[in-house]
Structure formats: C-alpha cells, structure tokens
C-alpha cells in the first residue's frame, strides 16, 4: 500500500524553526517526484516545495526561498522540509504528496501528484 505520512508540525514563534517528516511506504523514495504543499485556513492549497530524487535540483515558491530546505533521506525513505525563519504567514496544514519521477525539475503542481499524506499542522503565533 503506498502511503505517506507526515510529521513535526507544532506551534512556534515568529522567527522559529520547525521539521517536517515525511515517511514514505509502499514505494521508494530512490526515483520518485515529491511535493509539498500547504492549506491554510480560508484560502487555496498553495505549493511550497518539490524535489525529484535523482539529484535534480529543488523548487521553491518565492516566499519560502533561503528560509525552507526539502531533503531526501533514502535509507529512511524519508522527505524533511526544514523550515526556518518562520512567519504567521506560513502557518497551515502542510501536506507531502509523492508523483512519479519524469526524468526532470520537479513540477510545483498539485496535479502531477498521486498520493497525498493527511497533513500535519503548523502555527506560527507570538
């Protein structure tokens, strides 16, 4: 059964870090598209980042560039989103999704992605 799931959200302060986990099963991680995305309340899903696995570079959205990190931890099938400098802004559910690795930069398009954890919480209040 392919699933993921996500982990490591919580509240934190204006200007905190936090890390997200995203354990995958039922596939692996060696070939694979990766996304992350967010949903906060009131207002559409946007993108955050995204990463396929054969070394092709990352994406960003702009307003998380030099502040979030995506990583690919292979032995542990794992995703990381390491989020730093955070901002009421950026406070939603955030969800990994997983889409078939194409051979190129990964797509920041929900809609090239199949499989999709049930999200996990991230506040950023003073």
């Known amino acids: 059964q392919v699933q993921l799931v996500e982990s490591g959200g919580g509240t934190v302060q204006p200007g905190g870090s936090l890390r997200l986990s995203c354990v995958a099963s039922?596939?692996?991680?060696?070939?694979?598209?990766i996304g992350w995305f967010r949903r906060a309340p009131g207002k559409e899903r946007e993108d955050v980042s995204c990463?396929?696995?054969?070394?092709?570079?990352?994406r960003y959205r702009d307003s998380v560039r030099g502040r979030f990190t995506i990583s690919v931890d292979k032995p542990k099938n794992t995703v990381f989103l390491q989020m730093n400098s955070l901002r009421p802004e950026d406070t939603a559910v955030y969800h990994c999704?997983?889409?078939?690795?194409?051979?190129?930069?990964?797509?920041?398009?929900?809609?090239?992605?199949?499989?999709w954890g049930q999200g996990t919480q991230v506040t950023v209040a003073s």
């Open positions: 990463i396929e696995t054969r070394n092709f570079p990352a």
């Open positions: 999704a997983y889409g078939p690795a194409d051979g190129m930069l990964c797509a920041l398009d929900p809609r090239k992605y199949d499989v």
């Open positions: 039922g596939f692996s991680l060696n070939v694979a598209k």
